[in-house]
C-alpha cells in the first residue's frame, strides 16, 4: 500500500464512571498537563504530524479550548464524534441507551474521517516515548492491511491498586505475533494473585500473558471488518438501556481468527501507568514529576 503519514487517535469520548468526573481534561502534570498532554508530546517527538480526538459531541468545545491553542504550529488536530447514530454504520434503527457502544464503536466513528495508517490509544493511559517511537517506526515501514500491530505490556504491570479494571489478555507466539485476545472486564489482584472475574466465577490470569493497553496499529481496513461486526453486536443487544460494550479487542480477534491479518506484537520496556479510579491520581501525579524531575520532560510541557 501507499505509504502515508500515520495519524494518532486518541480514545476519549469515556464517561469515566468509575472516576467520578471528566478524566481525561483532569491536571496530572506540575504544570496542569493532561495524561493526553504527555502522549502527544511524546507523539510528536516521535514524528506524528496529526492527532485525531474521539469525543462526546457535548465535550467537543472543551477539549478545543484546552487542546488546540497549545498545539497550534505543532500537530494538526481533528475532532471525531462518538454518539448513538447507527445511520452512518448501515443501522436503519434508533437504540435507546445511556452508557456509550464501547472502544469498538469509538474506532469505527472515525471510518469517514481516516484514510491513512494511525495508532489508536486511551486517553488517560501513560505509554512513555519508546511505545510511540516504535509504534512510529511500525506505521512509516511495516505496516499493511494484513500486517497490523500492538503495544505489548505485561499484564501485572497494568492493574490498578484501587479496583478491577478492563484489560485486552493476550498471548504470543514464538514468532512475535499475538495469538488469540479476549477482553476480560474485571482483572485485578487477590491475595497476590492475577484473577477476572466472569459471572461464571473467578479465574486465574496465566502468568505469561501479555495485556493490550488499546494502543493499536491500523490501516483504514479495521474499519470495514469493525462495521461488519458492530452491525452484528448492535443486532444482538438492541435492548432499552443496554449496557454491553463493542471493543476493539473483539475485532482484532475475529481479523485473527479469519486469518485476515496478523497483530505484531511490539514490546516496550515503558513504564505504563493509568487512571482508572480518583485514588490512582496522586499516584499518578507522582509518577510524573518524578519522570519531570529525572529530566526525561520538562516541568511546563508546552512553554
Same mark, same amino acid.
Given at each position: ?5 500515520p495519524?494518532? %487517535?486518541? %480514545? ?7 472516576y467520578?468526573? %471528566?478524566?481525561?481534561?483532569?491536571s496530572?502534570?506540575?504544570s ?17 504530524k496529526k ?9 467537543? #468545545? /472543551?477539549?478545543? &479550548? ?5 498545539l ?8 471525531v ?7 452512518? $454504520?448501515?443501522?436503519? *434503527? ?10 469498538g464503536?469509538?474506532?469505527?466513528s472515525a471510518k ?6 494511525f ?5 488517560d493511559?501513560?505509554?512513555? +516515548?519508546?511505545?510511540?517511537? !516504535?509504534?512510529?517506526? $511500525? ?13 505489548g505490556?505485561?499484564v ?5 491498586? #484501587? ?19 479476549? /477482553?476480560?472486564? *474485571? ?9 477476572y ?9 496465566? /502468568? ?12 483504514p !481496513?479495521? $474499519?470495514e ?20 460494550e ?6 482484532a ?5 479469519s486469518?485476515? =491479518? &496478523?497483530? !505484531?506484537v ?10 482508572? +479510579? ?7 501525579q /507522582?509518577?510524573?514529576s518524578?519522570?519531570?524531575? =529525572? ?5 511546563? %510541557?508546552? &512553554?
Amino acid at each position: 500500500m501507499e505509504k502515508k503519514q500515520p495519524t494518532l %487517535l486518541i %480514545l476519549a469520548a469515556g464517561m469515566a464512571s468509575r472516576y467520578g468526573s %471528566l478524566k481525561q481534561v483532569d491536571s496530572f502534570g506540575p504544570s496542569g498537563e493532561t495524561i493526553i498532554d504527555y502522549s502527544i508530546y511524546d507523539a510528536i517527538k516521535a514524528g506524528f504530524k496529526k492527532v485525531s480526538f474521539i469525543v462526546k459531541k457535548d465535550f467537543h #468545545h /472543551e477539549f478545543k &479550548r484546552i487542546f488546540d491553542a497549545k498545539l497550534a504550529g505543532r500537530i494538526e488536530t481533528d475532532y471525531v464524534f462518538q454518539d448513538f447514530d447507527l445511520k452512518k $454504520f448501515g443501522i436503519d *434503527k434508533e437504540i435507546i441507551r445511556q452508557k456509550p457502544w464501547g472502544t469498538g464503536h469509538a474506532l469505527i466513528s472515525a471510518k469517514d474521517q481516516i484514510n491513512e495508517p494511525f495508532c489508536i490509544i486511551n486517553a488517560d493511559d501513560f505509554y512513555g +516515548y519508546e511505545s510511540f517511537e !516504535k509504534m512510529y517506526k $511500525f506505521l512509516s515501514e511495516n505496516v499493511t492491511d494484513e500486517n497490523l500491530a500492538l503495544m505489548g505490556f505485561e499484564v501485572n504491570n497494568t492493574l490498578s491498586d #484501587h479496583g478491577k479494571v478492563s484489560r485486552g489478555i493476550f498471548s504470543v507466539s514464538e514468532d512475535g505475533y499475538m495469538t488469540e485476545i479476549t /477482553e476480560r472486564t *474485571k482483572v485485578y489482584r487477590n491475595n497476590g494473585k492475577m484473577v477476572y472475574d466472569e459471572p461464571e466465577g473467578t479465574f486465574p490470569v496465566p /502468568e505469561n500473558s501479555y495485556a493490550s493497553m488499546n494502543f493499536w496499529g491500523f490501516t483504514p !481496513k479495521i $474499519f470495514e471488518t469493525g462495521v461488519e461486526l458492530f452491525q452484528k453486536f448492535a443486532k444482538e443487544n438492541d435492548e432499552e438501556n443496554g449496557t454491553n460494550e463493542f471493543y476493539i479487542p473483539s475485532v482484532a480477534e475475529e481479523i485473527i481468527k479469519s486469518g485476515k =491479518a &496478523r497483530f !505484531k506484537v511490539l514490546p516496550t520496556s515503558s513504564t505504563w501507568f493509568g487512571v482508572t +479510579y480518583k485514588e490512582d491520581k496522586p499516584i499518578v501525579q /507522582e509518577k510524573l514529576s518524578a519522570l519531570v524531575n =529525572a529530566g526525561v520532560y520538562p516541568e511546563n %510541557l508546552w &512553554r
